[in-house]
C-alpha cells in the first residue's frame, strides 16, 4: 500500500487552472519533494492531500484512505507544519500543545510533550507564550506540534523558509532521524533545492499547476546532465530542455 | 455525525486558556452589562417616580435590559470564539486537526455559554444592591427565557461566523452589529403592539418578540404564558438549524475556495 496516492487530480478556481491532472505515488517511509516555484501548485497540492482543499476532480487516498470521502479516519495518523499557519500567540507552548494534544487524543500526552520538548529543546519554552518567540523557536514549537500524534505521514511546506542556516539544517537532521525512527512517511513542499537533494528519496517537479519531471536527485541529475539540483530546477524553470532533446537551449 | 467530547472540551480549553490568562478580557465581557444595567436603572428609577405603569411593573426595563444581554453575549461569544481562530491565523492546523466542524460548533456554543454567564450574571448581582431588583424574582421562566434568547444568540453568531468565513475577517464587525438589527423588533422595553401593523408580523417571527412579551407578562401579571414560550422554541429551533446549517455551507464553502489555510489578519 502505497502512503500517498494522487490520481488525476485538478484543482481549478473559475477559469485558472491551480493544479492541472497531476498523478503520483509516495512510498511509505520515504520522502518526497514537491519541488517548484512560487505559484507552481505545490500548497495547492499540499492542501488537497489534507483535505482543506476539495478537489475539482481526481482521487486521493492517504494510508489506504480515501481523503475526499473518508477524512476523518485518516486525520488522526497525519500531521502538518507550515510556516503560514501559526498556534494561538496568547496560549503559551505548554498551552498549545495540551490543546492539540487533546484534539488528536495523545495517549500519556504529558510524557509525549516531554519527550518532545526534549528533543525539540523546548523544555525553557513551555511556559511562554507562543507569539512571543523567535522565528526558530516558533518553527520548533510548530514541529512539536505536529509531532504529537507520532504521525504516520508527516506533511511540510516549506519546512526551513525564514531560519537561519543553522536552524535550518538541524531541523532537517531531525526530520531524517524520525523518519529512521519511525518509519514515517514524508512529503514536503520546498523551492529551497538543498534541502531536497539531501532529504528526499523521490522529487516531483511542478510547474504552472503540472508535475513536469520526476525522479530520485541522482536520476534527475543523470536526466539533466547536471551536478546540482538548483541546476536541474533552473532548467526546468527557464524551459531549457533535456540533453537528449534536440531543441535544448544552453545557457 | 458523532461528537467526541474530547475534542470538543480540547477546543474549550484553547478558549479557557485565553480567558484565564487575561483578566482585561474578563472585565471587558462584564463591561457593558454592567454600565448598561445602571443606566436602564436610573432611568427605571426616573419613570417609576413619575408613571404609574412602571411604578407597577418595577425592574421591567432592567430585566428587558438584561435579558437582551444574554442574547447579545450569545451571538458575540459565538462569533468571537470563532473570529478568535481567524486572527491567531490557527484555523489550518484546526482543520487538519481530527476535530470535525460540528465539533467546532458545539465548543464554541460552550463559549459562548460560558461568556454570557460572565458578562451578564455580575450585572444581575448588582441590580440587587442597586436597585433593589433581582432578575432571579423571575423564577423559573427566567430559566426558559434564558435559553430561548441564548439559542437566538447562537444562531445570529453562527450566521455572522459564517459571513466572515465567506468573506473574509472584513466582515468581523457584523459581530457585534448584526444582532441589532433584531433590536427594534425584539420587543425589549415596549410591547410589540406599538409597533406598525405591517411590522409587527415581521416582529412575531422572531423569538425575541415572543421572549419579552411573556417575561412582561410574568412581570406585570404574574402569568406564565407557555404559548409564548413554545412558539419562541419553535422558532429557535429553525433559526439555529439555519445559522447551523449556513456554518457548515460556509465551511464547505471554505474548503472549495481553499480559504481555510490562508484566513488571517
Request: proline residues 5%; charged residues 20%.
Amino acid at each position: 500500500m502505497n502512503a500517498v496516492e494522487v490520481r488525476d487530480v485538478t484543482k481549478r478556481f473559475g477559469t485558472v487552472v491551480a493544479v492541472d491532472t497531476i498523478s503520483f505515488t509516495v512510498q511509505p517511509g520515504t520522502v518526497t519533494a514537491l519541488l517548484g516555484g512560487n505559484g507552481a501548485g505545490k500548497t495547492t497540492t499540499l492542501s488537497m492531500l489534507l483535505g482543506l482543499l476539495l478537489p475539482t476532480s481526481g482521487e486521493i487516498s492517504l494510508l489506504g484512505q480515501d481523503m475526499i470521502r473518508h477524512r476523518y479516519r485518516v486525520l488522526p495518523r497525519v500531521n502538518f507544519s507550515s510556516p503560514y499557519v501559526d498556534l494561538p500567540h496568547r496560549l503559551t507552548v505548554r498551552e498549545n500543545l495540551t490543546v492539540y494534544g487533546h484534539l488528536y487524543g495523545v495517549p500519556g500526552l504529558k510524557a509525549r510533550m516531554a519527550e518532545l520538548c526534549r528533543d525539540l529543546d523546548l523544555t525553557g519554552l513551555l511556559d511562554r507564550p507562543a507569539g512571543k518567540l523567535s522565528a526558530g523557536q516558533k518553527t520548533r514549537v510548530s514541529m512539536a506540534r505536529a509531532l504529537l500524534n507520532q504521525p504516520e505521514l508527516l506533511l511540510l511546506d516549506e519546512p526551513t523558509a525564514s531560519l537561519d542556516p543553522d536552524t535550518a539544517d538541524w531541523l532537517r537532521g531531525y526530520f531524517q532521524d524520525y523518519r529512521r525512527r519511525t518509519g514515517a512517511t514524508l512529503l514536503l513542499a520546498s523551492h529551497n533545492m538543498t534541502e531536497v537533494e539531501r532529504m528526499c528519496d523521490q522529487v516531483l517537479i511542478m510547474k504552472t499547476g503540472r508535475i513536469v519531471d520526476r525522479g530520485t536527485p541522482a536520476e534527475l541529475f543523470a536526466r539533466y546532465a547536471r551536478d546540482t539540483m538548483e541546476e536541474v530546477f533552473l532548467d526546468i524553470a527557464r524551459d531549457r530542455r533535456r540533453p537528449d532533446d534536440p531543441c535544448r537551449r544552453e545557457p | 455525525m458523532i461528537l467526541s467530547v474530547r475534542r470538543v472540551a480540547g477546543l474549550c480549553l484553547r478558549h479557557l486558556y485565553i480567558l484565564r490568562g487575561s483578566w482585561l478580557r474578563l472585565i471587558e465581557m462584564a463591561y457593558w452589562p454592567l454600565i448598561n444595567v445602571v443606566m436602564w436603572g436610573f432611568t427605571s428609577q426616573f419613570l417609576s417616580n413619575n408613571s404609574s405603569w412602571f411604578a407597577q411593573a418595577g425592574g421591567v426595563l432592567i430585566a428587558g435590559a438584561l435579558l437582551w444581554d444574554v442574547m447579545f453575549r450569545g451571538n458575540l461569544g459565538v462569533a468571537l470564539s470563532f473570529l478568535e481562530e481567524m486572527w491567531s491565523r490557527n484555523l489550518g492546523y484546526l482543520s487538519v486537526s481530527p476535530l470535525r466542524p460540528g465539533e467546532m460548533v458545539a465548543s464554541i456554543l460552550v463559549m459562548s455559554f460560558i461568556r454570557t454567564m460572565i458578562g451578564v450574571l455580575p450585572a444581575a448581582f448588582l441590580a440587587i444592591p442597586l436597585y433593589h431588583f433581582s432578575l432571579f424574582s423571575l423564577g423559573a421562566p427566567l430559566l426558559v427565557f434564558w435559553a430561548l434568547l441564548t439559542m437566538m444568540g447562537w444562531a445570529t453568531g453562527l450566521a455572522v461566523s459564517a459571513m466572515v468565513l465567506r468573506f473574509g475577517l472584513g466582515a468581523e464587525s457584523l459581530a457585534w452589529v448584526m444582532i441589532f438589527a433584531i433590536g427594534p423588533l425584539a420587543g425589549v422595553y415596549y410591547p410589540i403592539s406599538v409597533l406598525p401593523d405591517w411590522l409587527q408580523p415581521v416582529a412575531w417571527a422572531l423569538p425575541p418578540a415572543h421572549v419579552f412579551e411573556g417575561m412582561r407578562e410574568v412581570m406585570t401579571h404574574g402569568v406564565v404564558r407557555t404559548d409564548l414560550m413554545l412558539s419562541a422554541l419553535a422558532l429557535d429551533l429553525v433559526y439555529l438549524s439555519l445559522g447551523i446549517g449556513l456554518f457548515l455551507y460556509a465551511w464547505h464553502g471554505a474548503r472549495v475556495r481553499g480559504a481555510l489555510l490562508n484566513v488571517g489578519e
